[in-house]
């Protein structure tokens, strides 16, 4: 089946030690994002790539970066996790073409630990 | 930019009655709506989704929600409700614009007791 992949399900990291989330996709959607959602709160988009095209949102921190190699895979890199950094981080996927098509296809998340 | 009210941060309903989340939004202009679920420690699983014509939207599960342009509303219904459907949800809206930004709602918690 088509599907948006997390890796890992769950991360322990240390506090100001380096981490990366990966996301992988088998629906070869164009755009991918990355969301920080919070305990009982929506998710909050952290940037996107549209293709090749990268963009942040205003209030994203510069602590976070992302990569995209290809088309398939998307990484989330936290270069000095804060304890404020934990948090469930959701990668998603849409197709933007002629066909209308709007929704947004969300993997398992990554559950970010900091200690 | 839009924004997406849900009222009710919980919604507490015995197993099998009639339940109905709501869901306001901003602007009248052309958009398209989402109704997520999500249960803990997993990512959004659609439900269902208004992109054009019948305002009324069957989903999964047994849930359905209808569009109302005038009330800019899109409230989700279920007649009779399951303890598996203990979960929460959130409302999006996106205009359709650009890279097609998702405007969700803060959430709303059902829960059902038996």
């Known amino acids: 089946d088509a599907m948006v992949i997390q890796n890992p399900r769950y991360q322990v990291t240390q506090f100001g030690k380096p981490v990366t989330l990966s996301c992988s996709q088998t629906l070869n959607h164009n755009v991918m994002y990355w969301y920080q959602q919070k305990s009982s709160q929506a998710p909050k988009l952290l940037f996107h790539y549209y293709d090749k095209d990268f963009n942040n949102e205003a209030d994203t921190p510069d602590n976070f970066q992302s990569r995209r190699p290809n088309t398939s895979f998307c990484f989330l890199d936290i270069r000095s996790p804060g304890l404020g950094d934990a948090a469930m981080y959701l990668c998603?996927?849409?197709?933007?073409?002629?066909?209308?098509?709007?929704?947004?296809?969300f993997g398992p998340g990554t559950r970010l630990t900091v200690l | 930019a839009q924004s997406v009210t849900q009222l009710d941060s919980q919604v507490p309903v015995f197993e099998e009655a009639p339940v109905e989340l709501r869901c306001n939004y901003s602007s009248s202009v052309s958009v398209y709506l989402f109704w997520y679920v999500q249960y803990p420690n997993q990512g959004l699983q659609l439900l269902l989704k208004y992109l054009s014509g019948s305002t009324l939207v069957k989903g999964i599960n047994g849930f359905e929600a209808e569009f109302n342009k005038s009330q800019t509303s899109f409230h989700l219904r279920k007649p009779s409700v399951h303890i598996s459907d203990t979960a929460e949800y959130f409302c999006?809206?996106?205009?359709?614009?650009?890279?097609?930004?998702?405007?969700f709602g803060s959430g709303t918690k059902l829960n059902v007791k038996p």
């Open positions: 998603a996927t849409s197709i933007i073409d002629r066909t209308g098509e709007r929704e947004q296809f």
């Open positions: 999006a809206v996106s205009d359709g614009v650009g890279f097609n930004k998702f405007y």
